[in-house]
């Protein structure tokens, strides 16, 4: 797992340490080189502090500086719980909607929930939940239980479990569709979700 220190302080040294390597890019390179995805912690290090407003501002700053970018499931987890926490519901269904589809497993380990009926594939699998391991544990802890509540009547209503399991089936479906016209309408569809 990923590491963040406990002491607000050392979070704040990280904050702006990222904040000006970023700079420090654009400034060089006149856009963001950011191979090592300083990008992704920028939002939830303000929300570990506590800082909601600053978390939104860094959210939004992604937003519109990497609008390609649809982010990783760790990012998309704390933007749903800053959306919440703001009292924006739309945005927050939406980045809980994106954290689900980023990483099948990152919504059952925030609830502790177990992950059956989610497998694709023993490859597949294998990857999806070490990618989940590379999520800092602060990023689970910080959803108070009123929070986890919420999370999981969205995880379980109507849509998102239908989204879910058309994901799914899509997915499935990849891991042994050849080449062609039926895996590029697969392809373009599991995008679209």
């Not at 390597?21 to 400034?27: A, I, P, R, S, T």
């Not at 999806?128 to 986890?148: G, V």
């Not at 062609?180 to 697969?186: C, I, K, N, S, Y």
């Amino acid at each position: 797992m990923s590491d963040i220190p406990d002491d607000p302080k050392k979070i704040r040294e990280r904050i702006r340490r990222y904040e000006r390597g970023l700079q420090k890019e654009k400034q060089t390179f006149g856009s963001y080189n950011d191979g090592a995805g300083k990008r992704y912690f920028i939002g939830p290090l303000y929300l570990l502090l506590g800082d909601l407003e600053g978390a939104l501002k860094a959210f939004q700053w992604f937003d519109t500086t990497f609008p390609d970018d649809s982010g990783e499931a760790g990012q998309s987890l704390c933007w749903a719980l800053a959306a919440y926490r703001s009292g924006d519901r739309k945005e927050a269904i939406h980045r809980l909607t994106r954290a689900m589809l980023q990483s099948r497993y990152v919504i059952p380990r925030l609830l502790g929930e177990p992950i059956d009926g989610l497998t694709v594939s023993a490859d597949s699998d294998e990857l999806r939940l070490m990618e989940l391991d590379w999520i800092p544990a602060q990023y689970f802890s910080s959803w108070a239980p009123d929070e986890r509540e919420w999370a999981s009547r969205e995880y379980h209503g109507e849509e998102l479990t239908a989204l879910r399991n058309r994901h799914l089936e899509i997915t499935r479906a990849l891991e042994k569709e050849p080449v062609g016209p039926r895996r590029t309408q697969l392809v373009e569809e599991l995008y679209g979700l």
